[in-house]
């Protein structure tokens, strides 16, 4: 698999397909969540997304928070092709790219172990995201 982050203007329009056709199997299809997936957020944010030749692996997006630009909001991490590593390569890739930043994120309450491996902590009560339960995390550095 290899690696990309592209800001949204640098996506190819089978880059963007392909991204966007993913976070809908997932997050709409397969999970029964009806929510408004693309939003402003996809033109500001940068999308990081793992190919294995043009078939499209795994994916995520992240943004400065709008109250603290230090910190950077992940979302949106999904993996097509699951039980095989992608998901740990895409988040390592991600966080390797914004290292000097306070990265957190909102997983779904079965995901916190995944998150916790990389040094993510809960850091808030879980609550309801269109009707799927949820935590706030924040990576711990050392």
Same mark, same amino acid.
């Given at each position: 698999?290899?690696?990309y982050?592209?800001?949204? *203007? @640098?996506?190819?329009?089978? *880059?963007?397909?392909?991204?966007l %056709?993913?976070r809908?199997e &997932?997050?709409i299809l @397969?999970?029964q969540?009806? /929510?408004?997936?693309?939003? @402003? $957020?996809?033109? %500001?944010c940068m999308? &990081?997304?793992? %190919?294995d030749?043009d078939?499209?692996i795994t994916?995520?997006r992240y943004?400065?928070?709008p109250?603290?630009p230090e910190?950077?909001?992940? +979302?949106?991490v999904l $993996?097509?092709v699951?039980?095989?590593?992608y998901?740990r390569?895409?988040? +390592?890739?991600?966080?390797r790219?914004?290292?000097e930043k306070r990265?957190?994120l +909102?997983a779904q309450? /079965?995901?916190i172990?995944? /998150? *916790?491996?990389?040094g993510?902590? &809960?850091v808030?009560?879980?609550f309801?995201?269109?009707g799927?339960?949820h &935590?706030?995390m924040?990576l711990q550095?050392?």
């Amino acid at each position: 698999m290899i690696c990309y982050a592209k800001r949204f *203007e @640098e996506l190819s329009r089978d *880059e963007l397909f392909a991204i966007l %056709k993913a976070r809908q199997e &997932v997050f709409i299809l @397969e999970q029964q969540c009806l /929510y408004r997936d693309i939003d @402003e $957020t996809d033109r %500001k944010c940068m999308h &990081v997304f793992g %190919k294995d030749g043009d078939e499209l692996i795994t994916c995520l997006r992240y943004f400065p928070c709008p109250s603290d630009p230090e910190e950077i909001q992940i +979302e949106r991490v999904l $993996t097509a092709v699951r039980g095989r590593g992608y998901g740990r390569e895409i988040m +390592e890739f991600a966080l390797r790219r914004i290292r000097e930043k306070r990265p957190c994120l +909102e997983a779904q309450v /079965y995901a916190i172990g995944f /998150y *916790e491996r990389f040094g993510f902590r &809960v850091v808030s009560e879980p609550f309801d995201e269109d009707g799927i339960p949820h &935590v706030k995390m924040r990576l711990q550095r050392d």
